[in-house]
């Protein structure tokens, strides 16, 4: 059931956005930090997933900073 508090909805939309956000630069980083071949190979082969979380990650941010704009007067 959704929270009727603006605050709580607008804290919650920054924490998935900055969860997603650091699940797709983990992804993206990793195959070329790992040490191990392994992790680099199947690292590499979900690289779309990286991008897909990076992106969503930044839509969250952007809609919880835009909310936060438009209700200080912006």
Do not use: N
């Not at 650091?22 to 680099?40: E, F, Q």
């Amino acid at each position: 059931m959704p929270s009727s508090d603006p605050r709580k909805q607008d804290s919650e939309l920054l924490l998935k956005g900055v969860i997603c956000t650091l699940i797709g630069a983990i992804i993206l980083l990793a195959p070329h930090v790992a040490r191990s071949p392994d992790v680099r190979e199947l690292m590499a082969q979900v690289y779309l997933a990286g991008w897909f979380a990076l992106v969503l990650g930044g839509a969250f941010v952007l809609r919880w900073g835009l909310l936060r704009w438009r209700r200080r007067g912006g």
